[in-house]
């Protein structure tokens, strides 16, 4: 059982650059977001979705686009890099909504913007 | 919006003790609480939960307590490990699709 999966584990980016960090769950769960977990910030929400086709802004949205075609995806997309997002990105999925059931989180992709 | 705060932002204790890890909240809507385990290198992982009906839950090794009084939650680790030594973060939740988590209590044993 894979549980969440979040590729790549490592980028570096110029800025100005843009990417998608991809994020894939087994477990069928409907509720999935997207985390960036800085020093002394803890784990701020950046978008999340509650099913397929249903996507909803978190906390600190700007510069990120997500999208939601289907149960199992929910990738996270930088359109032009900036230093400032620099930071380690974190995928979670729950059955339910997130704030009744323990969210299941990936490893984490690590991202530098130079 | 929810506010989380840790009494204790690093914690050492010796290998066999227990310990305490505390956490504060300020929405007294909030009725689950959920404690994480964050290891260096890898995502949180969920240790344990409660809901606000409850004040007490024990899992294996693990016991956390609610005290809904002083909007206090503590995770108490008994006989704590070398492999215990991680991050703590508390998320409480409060009906809507976004956790609040705290920013972790550095838990390092010394053997």
């Known amino acids: 059982n894979a549980g969440v999966t979040q590729t790549p584990k490592f980028q570096v980016l110029k800025t100005g650059q843009s990417m998608t960090l991809q994020c894939a769950q087994d477990?069928?769960?409907?509720?999935m977001s997207w985390y960036r977990q800085d020093p002394g910030m803890g784990l701020r929400l950046i978008h999340y979705?509650?099913?397929?086709?249903?996507?909803d802004q978190g906390e600190v949205p700007n510069g990120y686009n997500v999208s939601r075609s289907t149960t199992e995806d929910f990738p996270l997309r930088l359109l032009s890099a900036a230093p400032s997002q620099t930071s380690v990105y974190f995928c979670?999925?729950?059955?339910?909504?997130?704030?009744?059931?323990?969210?299941?989180f990936g490893d984490g992709t690590r991202l530098s913007i130079l | 919006g929810e506010s989380v705060g840790l009494h204790l932002p690093t914690l050492s204790v010796q290998e066999g003790d227990n310990s305490i890890i505390n956490c504060a909240y300020s929405?007294?809507?909030?009725?689950?609480f959920i404690w994480y385990k964050q290891e260096s290198g890898k995502g949180p992982q969920f240790i344990i939960d409660i809901r606000s009906n409850m004040d007490k839950r024990q899992g294996q090794r693990v016991t956390v307590l609610l005290n809904k009084t002083v909007k206090h939650l503590s995770l108490q680790i008994a006989a704590t490990q070398p492999g215990d030594s991680a991050v703590y973060f508390c998320?409480?939740?409060?009906?809507?699709?976004?956790?609040?988590f705290g920013k972790g209590t550095k838990l390092s044993v010394i053997p």
């Open positions: 929405n007294s809507a909030s009725d689950y």
């Open positions: 477990m069928n769960h409907e509720y």
């Open positions: 998320a409480p939740g409060a009906g809507s699709y976004q956790l609040t």
């Open positions: 979705s509650v099913g397929a086709g249903i996507t």
């Open positions: 979670a999925s729950s059955y339910g909504g997130s704030s009744n059931q323990p969210q299941h």
